[in-house]
């Protein structure tokens, strides 16, 4: 099992530039998740899957829009990247409610 | 909404002493606290967990203790190694899917 899988590994747009970012998880898990980690700030979440065909937001959501695409697959999009949007990425997964999240390698994202 | 703090920001220890980070939340409905371990440019994994019904769970030579009356937990490491450096998180969930994250503690031991 290759668990939760992200793409690209780096990446860096220009400050008006879209893109989005790629996750994956071969766990059969049922809640997906996208945190941005930010130097002393922790894991700060941005959206969540509950389940296929629902999204929700987290603690830090503007600027950004996700796509539950099938049980397995959940991709997050910047429209109009900035600066501010400068961070590591990181997808994750959770079988139910409350339980372990499994983490991708993470994204590393540079706007300039 | 649910904040967690946590406590210190950085901790150094000798080798073979014991580390104790701690963390409080603030969310009454908070009934999972997991904790996490992070190396250095790797992900995040999960180290050990406890859920609200539980004060104390035991993994060789890691702990969590949980007070929900205070509303803080925390996790114990004895007889560091090296390899014990890291950052360490701490998170809360309570209502709806969110787990909210601590700001993490970075652990150096010492040899």
């Known amino acids: 099992n290759a668990g939760v899988t992200q793409t690209p590994k780096f990446q860096v747009l220009k400050t008006g530039q879209s893109m989005t970012l790629q996750c994956a998880q071969d766990?059969?898990?049922?809640?997906m998740y996208w945190y941005r980690q930010d130097p002393g700030m922790g894991l700060r979440l941005i959206y969540y899957?509950?389940?296929?065909?629902?999204?929700d937001k987290g603690e830090v959501p503007n600027g950004y829009n996700v796509s539950r695409l099938n049980k397995r697959e959940f991709s997050l999009r910047l429209e109009s990247a900035a600066p501010s949007q400068t961070s590591v990425y990181f997808c994750?997964?959770?079988?139910?409610?409350?339980?372990?999240?499994?983490f991708g390698n993470g994204t590393r994202l540079t706007v300039t | 909404g649910e904040n967690v703090e946590q406590h210190p920001s950085t901790l150094s220890v000798q080798e073979g002493d014991s580390a104790v980070i701690k963390c409080t939340y603030s969310?009454?409905?908070?009934?999972?606290f997991p904790w996490y371990k992070q190396e250095l440019g790797k992900r995040p994994q999960l180290i050990i967990d406890i859920r609200s019904n539980v004060g104390e769970k035991k993994d060789q030579r890691i702990a969590v203790t949980l007070n929900k009356t205070a509303k803080h937990f925390s996790l114990h490491i004895t007889e560091t190694q090296p390899e014990d450096s890291a950052v360490y998180f701490c998170a809360g969930g309570g209502g709806g899917f969110k787990t909210i994250f601590g700001a993490g503690t970075r652990l150096f031991v010492k040899a």
């Open positions: 969310d009454s409905a908070s009934n999972y």
């Open positions: 899957s509950a389940s296929e065909g629902t999204t």
């Open positions: 994750a997964s959770s079988e139910e409610r409350l339980s372990p999240l499994h």
């Open positions: 766990m059969n898990h049922n809640s």
